[in-house]
């Protein structure tokens, strides 16, 4: 697995060679520096911490201080914890940057969503407003009825209901990399992802599995369909 953090510049666009937009989201990705190396020996198990975005001391805590200091690395706002494929071979202090990933690469993108503040359940879980004929009074949006009477006497954890949206973190997977520019720190991945412009982001190798189409992929085993291309008169005449 790779892994590097970042943050969320903003979306765009940009055009394929036959023409084709693209929807594309800008982040600015590292670089990164390993603050921490975890090994089976000592840990149980291989893993690096990389620190992210210069800060100053006065903003840290003293045991956040001491960790970086004994490092022998610059202050970091940002720290994370990843099980890179190559942590065995890496050392503290060593740097991560952008050009760790590669056009062509699929990733998974986490980050905390956009927070909307206190919302309706209409608007938080597409729940469906009232009847709005005669009738309805000042209560089309609100949740209604909501539970049974005697039996069970309570409300069920999990129901749907108003209440703080948005601030939690969100994955958004398989996601390919459209371009890459170590120069300026910058990975431009296909699509949207979770978060305001200058969020914190994280990316990674994506869990999915891509299979690789075999040569004989695409041919059926249907005897209707194999028959077919064997003789297009007969292709023809059924689709008459």
Do not use: W
């Amino acid at each position: 697995m790779k892994a590097i953090i970042g943050k969320k510049v903003g979306m765009s666009q940009i055009f394929e060679e036959n023409g084709k937009v693209i929807p594309v989201t800008v982040i600015e990705a590292g670089p990164c520096v390993v603050t921490l190396k975890k090994t089976t020996e000592k840990d149980g198990y291989e893993a690096v911490q990389l620190g992210y975005e210069d800060v100053s001391e006065k903003k840290l805590t003293k045991p956040e201080l001491g960790h970086l200091n004994k490092a022998g690395v610059a202050p970091k706002k940002h720290l994370r914890e990843f099980n890179l494929e190559n942590a065995a071979e890496l050392n503290v202090g060593d740097i991560i940057k952008a050009d760790t990933f590669k056009e062509g690469d699929f990733v998974d993108v986490t980050g905390i969503s956009k927070g909307h503040g206190y919302a309706g359940v209409v608007k938080r879980y597409n729940a469906h407003t009232q009847r709005h004929s005669h009738g309805g009074g000042p209560v089309h949006r609100h949740a209604g009825s909501m539970g049974s009477t005697t039996d069970p006497s309570r409300i069920f954890k999990g129901k749907i209901g108003a209440g703080h949206m948005g601030v939690d973190q969100v994955t958004i997977q398989n996601l390919d990399i459209v371009k890459v520019d170590a120069d300026l720190n910058m990975i431009v991945v296909r699509g949207a992802i979770p978060g305001p412009k200058g969020g914190l982001v994280t990316i990674k190798s994506t869990v999915k599995v891509h299979k690789v189409k075999q040569a004989g992929a695409g041919i059926s085993n249907n005897p209707q369909k194999a028959s077919a291309r064997v003789n297009p008169q007969k292709a023809s005449a059924r689709n008459k």
